[in-house]
């Protein structure tokens, strides 16, 4: 972006001597901003919500802001060491009193979940969920669910429901998947799987 600055000097005059310079810096602007390049914003001259939020990007900090009252943060922060780091959003939030610590919770921490009939034909398609794509069946209660997008470890917790009482148990977890067994030959017809991890 070519932005031009010290714009308008003090004895200018906005009509005459700096209003090409001006007209140029917003254009640069609306184009980086706007529409034209990265879309992170409506363009400011759109007619409509001109300047709003498309979307916000993060850049990368490496580590929590350390924050002092009263201030709230939303940042990226990066997991994982080597090749093998990957970035995660957390919220910071320091209380006023001194000794206390700041609070950081991870924002994306429910990696996968969905919601399927147990006793429906495999592969079975979740009613609703997020990053699941289906779910699979190698025997008549035992269940594969598959995730559309592989996550990063296989150490995550999981949640699992279901409409009838019955004893869910974990059989592997992987980044591909995870497998669960309900005891006592039950196919329950509101089965629900909750995955959390970093």
């Not at 003090?10 to 254009?27: R, V, Y």
Request: charged share 15%; with cysteine.
């Amino acid at each position: 972006m070519v932005y031009k600055p010290a714009i308008p000097q003090a004895g200018d005059s906005p009509a005459t001597e700096s209003q090409a310079d001006i007209l140029e810096n917003f254009t640069q602007l609306n184009n980086q901003f706007g529409a034209a390049v990265i879309s992170d914003h409506v363009a400011f001259n759109a007619g409509s919500d001109n300047g709003l939020h498309k979307r916000i990007r993060f850049n990368g900090i490496q580590g929590d802001p350390g924050l002092t009252f009263p201030q709230t943060q939303i940042y990226e922060k990066h997991l994982g060491a080597g090749g093998d780091r990957y970035p995660n959003l957390f919220w910071e939030s320091k209380p006023e009193n001194a000794a206390v610590a700041a609070s950081v919770f991870p924002l994306n921490a429910i990696k996968a979940w969905c919601r399927f009939d147990g006793s429906a034909a495999s592969p079975i398609t979740p009613a609703d969920g997020f990053n699941v794509t289906n779910i699979t069946r190698a025997a008549a209660t035992a269940y594969t669910i598959n995730f559309t997008n592989e996550l990063q470890n296989a150490n995550y917790a999981v949640v699992a429901l279901t409409s009838r009482q019955a004893t869910i148990e974990i059989i592997a977890t992987n980044t591909t998947s995870v497998q669960l067994t309900v005891a006592g030959a039950i196919q329950p017809a509101r089965f629900s799987v909750v995955i959390i991890g970093s």
